[in-house]
């Protein structure tokens, strides 16, 4: 697996880490202006350590759903083309507002991404669809906002079970969720992201 | 369908160039079937001159429509929540203070004299027939505010939940929004141990137990949770317990993201159960 132009391994404090080039958003440690990009809080970082096939390399268009405070975002931010940040609840979106303005092609909405409609006057269609919402019916989700992938696209999903089903056993939820997801994409691979990120599957599909 | 029909439905349709307040409600509020180009669309319709623009002016738009829409979602805050709580509160608490005022003194001069808001309610509706017009229109101002009470029961059921999603699923808009009055905010509520949680609202019998005059108290306002009610007495230490624990860990959600997680439920539901079925035993 090959990084995306952007993405370096450097050491900070003697270790590896991910890195990518911008301004520091929640903290994290610096080297010059490459920022550590911790896999434990990223699901995008842990499919990357996990050497997923992601297909990014670099200056794509990308949709990111679920985009929280922007930890994840902002990385993505530092090494993709315009980026279009969708984010539901109020409080995180006042942090990702935060790591919006000084990236100049990071486009924040506050916008609920069970209903496309309400951004679709907005958002351009993407090369990369990254989804990581905490809630039930991620699958709808992903389907729902297939429209915006380009045919040659790809969409990267981390998969919460604990979302889905706090009393199931969560290799029958991903079953379950990949099932569903099959009505709109062919996934090309699928891995646990533990010990990152515990019960979390990380998904890569195409539109189909 | 040409490029000029399709700006029709973008975030840019009619919008001046420069126009940044009405960039700003047409990202927040417009709506389109289908995603398109917009980019190569605002170009050749004649907004920008270049994408490049065309991405400064994206970027401008969104940031000060979403920076608005934050705020607004997030006037109907923790504080204010706390405001219409104690109010809520005040209202009935006068109300029913001003009802005893009200029994005491229709009881010297009526025969079928009852007690309590209710009474004092049925007295405004018939009115004064003569003698009674002070009494009556005493009875007239609980009535005002047992309505003021209801009314902002209401305003709380429905902002609680904005607030705080997770804490007002577990405890209930009403309860939800006590707790959040008696920390003093949703963040002094969730920097809370459960513990304390678990006997907020019963200050005095924690006092008196800290003298040690008294056993420490079980609960304090979750008392009133079906969780708590429905649990049989000597189980209810436990039930406080539990709940309180599941209170403080959706206070934390709620304050530190902000996401609803349903899990939560799930699980105060089969913790509660489990302690009620002890009593089975």
Redesign the interface.
């Given at each position: 697996m090959t990084l995306p132009e952007g993405v370096e391994r450097r050491s900070f404090g003697g270790d590896e880490w991910l890195a990518t080039r911008g301004d520091p958003v929640y903290g994290e440690p610096t080297d010059g202006h490459w920022r550590r990009w911790d896999p434990r809080r990223s699901k995008l970082g842990a499919m990357f350590e996990d050497g997923m096939e992601t297909g990014l390399s670099g200056g794509e268009t990308v949709l990111y759903l679920g985009a929280a405070a922007g930890t994840t975002v902002s990385h993505v931010a530092d090494f993709a083309g315009p980026t279009y940040a969708v984010e539901f609840a109020a409080r995180p979106t006042r942090d990702l507002l935060d790591a919006a303005d000084p990236r100049e092609n990071l486009f924040p909405l506050l916008k609920d991404a069970r209903n496309p409609e309400t951004y679709a006057h907005v958002v351009e269609p993407v090369n990369t669809l990254i989804q990581d919402v905490a809630t039930r019916g991620q699958a709808k989700v992903a389907l729902a906002n297939r429209q915006f992938l380009r045919d040659d696209g790809r969409l990267l999903l981390a998969v919460k079970a604990r979302s889905e089903d706090v009393t199931s056993d969560p290799s029958d939820v991903f079953d379950s969720v990949l099932e569903t997801l099959t009505d709109g994409y062919e996934p090309l691979e699928t891995r646990s992201l533990a010990p990152f990120h515990e019960d979390h599957l990380g998904v890569v599909a195409r539109p189909r | 369908m040409t490029d000029s029909d399709a700006a029709g439905?973008?975030?840019f349709a009619g919008i001046d160039p420069g126009d940044r307040e009405a960039a700003m409600t047409?990202?927040r509020e417009?709506?389109?079937?289908?995603?398109?180009?917009?980019?190569e669309i605002a170009v050749s319709s004649g907004f920008v001159d270049d994408e490049s623009d065309y991405?400064?002016e994206?970027?401008e738009a969104?940031?000060r429509?979403?920076?608005e829409?934050?705020q607004e979602?997030?006037r109907a805050d923790d504080q204010q929540l706390k405001h219409s709580i104690r109010a809520m509160n005040d209202c009935e608490r006068v109300a029913n203070e001003l009802a005893e005022r009200v029994a005491e003194w229709a009881g010297s001069r009526r025969e079928d004299a009852g007690t309590g808001v209710g009474y004092a309610r049925r007295l405004a509706e018939e009115g004064d027939d003569g003698d009674d017009a002070a009494l009556v229109s005493l009875a007239e101002r609980i009535r005002d505010l047992d309505d003021e009470a209801a009314a902002l029961r209401a305003h709380v059921e429905r902002t609680a939940p904005e607030v705080a999603p997770n804490l007002s699923a577990l405890a209930g808009p009403v309860l939800a929004a006590r707790l959040i009055a008696l920390a003093g905010g949703l963040k002094h509520l969730a920097r809370k141990p459960a513990g304390t949680i678990q006997v907020l609202g019963a200050e005095d019998a924690l006092f008196a137990h800290l003298r040690g005059q008294a056993p420490s108290p079980k609960h304090g306002v979750i008392f009133v949770h079906e969780a708590i009610q429905g649990t049989a007495p000597e189980q209810r230490g436990s039930a406080a317990r539990a709940l309180s624990g599941k209170l403080a860990i959706a206070a934390r959600v709620d304050?530190y993201?902000?996401?609803?997680?349903?899990?939560l439920d799930?699980?105060l539901e089969a913790r509660i159960e489990r302690i009620q079925e002890r009593e089975v035993e």
């Open positions: - | 439905e973008s975030w047409a990202i417009g709506t389109a079937d289908s995603p398109r180009k917009w980019p991405y400064t994206l970027h969104t940031v429509a979403t920076r829409a934050v979602r997030e304050h993201t902000g996401d609803r997680k349903p899990e799930a699980e």
